[in-house]
């Protein structure tokens, strides 16, 4: 059974509850990582700046607290395994979907079934949808 490090942990302790119990569910089927969830204003502009985001400070579900957004990666990460996020994210949707939780993927922000219409990947990125 796979389980989360110390790191994924603190993150996922920073979201909202209801992605912590999608979260919990989904280790038990496919191990990955928590890599990030609350990002302060600082931090969410430097990702702006960047081009890792298209949202500025106040304007992403990372900006609130508890966080509404989370990323998760697959473990052992591969950022050029498309499939395995994919993979990944079905998951997580799916468990998501069981409890009765609306999660949206920054793999298919539209939520069509689409992946190749997305104008923006951000593939371990998971929000909630209120």
Sequence with gaps: MYKFGDRSKKYLSQCDTRLQTVAHQAIEIINFSVLESYR???KQN???DLGL????????KHNMKPSKAVH????P???KDRERFTF?????VGVGKELGVKVRWG???????ELMDNGFDDL???ELID
């Design 53 to 60: 985001s298209k949202a500025r400070a106040g304007e992403s």
């Design 40 to 42: 302060d204003d600082l």
């Design 77 to 79: 990460i591969n950022w």
């Design 88 to 92: 990944l994210a079905g998951i997580i």
């Design 72 to 75: 998760f990666a697959p473990y």
């Design 107 to 113: 793999g298919d922000w539209n939520m069509n079934g």
């Design 46 to 48: 430097e990702y702006f």
């Design 124 to 126: 371990c990125h998971f």
